[in-house]
């Protein structure tokens, strides 16, 4: 995709959730002057729809714009094992919020250089990039599950997804 196109992308779905966020402070205040719903009843119902669709929104926002041979891969790639060559920490963090501390987890991310396993494939070596927490980093020389692309044999992501 090129920068431009995902550039008009990214204001499309901003203006859509904007546009959405203004019809359902409408709607409530209408059904609030109408007398069908209390103030605080209207309130509550605007913040749930808030939160129900902002939810909605950071999924579609993420599923769009993740490369498509990486969501291909997650749905529909070879499960396969790699021994883990070599393994460094570019310095990128996925940080949660420091006011919600008993759900506080950093990922960090790793470049991985692995060898891979498959049945049907002849082993190779490659490499690729994920976000870990601290407890979920493989040794080196360890083995992982991952899943490879049908047809791009070269993109590949961890079997399991990240805890935290």
């Known amino acids: 995709m090129s920068s431009r196109r995902k550039f008009f992308l990214e204001w499309l779905v901003i203006g859509v959730y904007i546009g959405i966020v203004l019809l359902l402070v409408v709607a409530v205040r209408l059904l609030d002057l109408m007398g069908v719903l209390s103030y605080q009843t209207s309130l509550a119902l605007l913040l749930v729809l808030n939160v129900v669709l902002a939810t909605g929104f950071f999924y579609v926002i993420k599923e769009v714009f993740s490369p498509q041979a990486y969501r291909q891969a997650r749905v529909i790639g070879l499960p396969a094992t790699a021994q883990v060559l070599d393994l460094v920490d570019t310095g990128w963090q996925h940080r949660r919020s420091k006011r919600l501390k008993a759900f506080h987890s950093s990922r960090r991310e790793y470049r991985l250089y692995v060898r891979v396993h498959h049945p049907q494939m002849s082993v190779y070596e490659a490499?690729?990039?994920?976000?870990?927490?601290?407890?979920?980093?493989?040794?080196?020389?360890?083995?992982?599950?991952?899943?490879?692309?049908?047809?791009?044999?070269?993109?590949?992501?961890?079997?399991?997804p990240a805890r935290g």
């Open 127 to 160: 490499t690729f990039f994920a976000f870990l927490l601290q407890a979920d980093v493989p040794q080196k020389s360890a083995i992982v599950n991952i899943k490879i692309h049908p047809q791009q044999p070269r993109v590949i992501i961890l079997a399991e």
